[in-house]
């Protein structure tokens, strides 16, 4: 597959979350993705959390239920190691849709709702920071 290069950040949609152009962030030194939940508690094998985006009214503090996730460990920049949840959705860039993994991270102190770490753009990315917006500018000509 054909590497395709992407900014710094960019915009992109959730088909599985039903959320639409979304601010994130490219993270290369994150391992794994994230997005900014809050209230995240686990009920009886149901997972629940509010999506966190000031940005988007429409969504900001939108309700999400999952019966499909994991525990994982995520470790810090500064070396500290947190459970969170992980759940398995789809984003789309570049007008294309891809499976990703998200860990639920309650972000409050960041600019952007979503982080795309090293997982997810391995192999399929090419990062210049230079640039911003790549995706979104192409579905918007």
Same mark, same amino acid.
């Given at each position: ?39 995240? %508690? ?11 985006? @000031? ?6 503090? %939108? @309700? ?34 891809? %499976?990703? #993994? ?6 409050? @102190? ?24 790549? #995706? ?6």
């Amino acid at each position: 597959m054909e590497k395709r290069m992407i900014g710094r950040y960019d915009r992109a949609d959730f088909p599985g979350l039903h959320l639409n152009d979304i601010s994130v962030k490219i993270d290369t030194g994150a391992y794994t993705s994230s997005i900014h939940c809050d209230n995240i %508690k686990e009920e009886d094998g149901v997972l629940k959390c509010t999506f966190l985006d @000031e940005e988007h009214p429409l969504y900001n503090g %939108k @309700e999400f239920t999952f019966t499909d996730y994991d525990v994982v460990f995520v470790k810090s920049s500064n070396g500290m190691v947190q459970k969170r949840y992980q759940i398995q959705s789809t984003i789309n860039l570049f007008n294309r849709t891809y %499976k990703i #993994s998200l860990s639920l991270s309650a972000r409050q @102190e960041m600019r952007f709702p979503v982080l795309l770490g090293r997982k997810f753009l391995t192999k399929k990315f090419i990062v210049d920071t230079e640039y911003f917006d790549v #995706s979104f500018n192409l579905n918007q000509e």
